[in-house]
């Protein structure tokens, strides 16, 4: 079975530029959620949908956060304009239900200079 | 709101020692909890959970936790490590109100087992 995928798995970029990630969830999973890791920090939720709609975005650090899903098998998170503090690992899992563990992707290491 | 506690931030041991890491949330009513492991480089991938039923669970690679309802708590244990269960080891729990499917994690324990 294909588990959560998301592209690109590493990127490096100049600070002010977009940066969009993405995220296709497990076939079948109606739940996705969008989180960072980082050192100081941990693993911090930023956003999750439940049937493609946002459910709870507190954790979207600023304005410069969005991320949309468009349809139950993909997702997008970018960060516009971004800033070396964005540097991360982004992962996103998707979920069955709320009765379901969550599955994560490889992430996608983040590195603005 | 809900919170984890990982009291471990960083733990060595000498292969074939026995392990202990320890989890406490904040606050109880019903809840879901769950050990994920990080290997280096890798995602998070589920090791055991906690729904209901038997408060001993055991998971994969001979990892087991035991909730005790009465201390907040579900701390993970192998009777003996090998030097491949280096990792990162997260702690989460999901209150369950519901449809909400948030989880809460710690802030992981890092392991590292010598050989």
């Known amino acids: 079975d294909a588990g959560v995928i998301q592209s690109p798995r590493h990127e490096v970029t100049e600070m002010g530029q977009e940066v969009t990630l993405r995220c296709k969830p497990i076939s079948g999973h109606n739940s996705l959620f969008w989180y960072r890791q980082t050192m100081m920090r941990g693993l911090e939720l930023l956003i999750y949908f439940n049937n493609n709609v946002p459910i709870d975005d507190s954790g979207m650090p600023e304005d410069r956060f969005s991320a949309k899903m468009p349809n139950a098998s993909f997702s997008t998170l970018k960060i516009q304009p971004s800033e070396p503090r964005d540097s991360a690992v982004y992962f996103c899992?998707?979920?069955?239900?709320?009765?379901?563990?969550?599955?994560f992707g490889d992430g996608t290491r983040l590195s603005i200079l | 709101a809900q919170s984890v506690s990982q009291h471990n931030h960083h733990v060595i041991l000498s292969e074939a020692a026995s392990l202990e890491l320890g989890c406490n949330y904040s606050?109880?009513?019903?809840?879901?909890l769950f050990w994920y492991v990080q290997y280096p480089g890798q995602h998070l991938q589920l090791l055991l959970k906690?729904?209901?039923?038997?408060?001993l669970v055991k998971g994969i690679k001979g990892f087991e936790a035991e909730f005790i309802k009465s201390k907040f708590s579900f701390n993970l244990r192998k009777p003996s490590v090998q030097w491949s269960d280096t990792a990162e080891y997260f702690c989460?729990?999901?209150?369950?109100?519901?449809?909400?499917?948030?989880?809460?994690f710690g802030t992981g324990t890092l392991l590292a087992v010598q050989p």
């Open positions: 606050y109880g009513g019903t809840v879901n």
């Open positions: 989460a729990v999901r209150d369950y109100g519901g449809a909400t499917n948030k989880l809460i």
């Open positions: 899992a998707s979920s069955s239900g709320p009765s379901a563990p969550q599955h």
């Open positions: 906690y729904f209901s039923g038997d408060p």
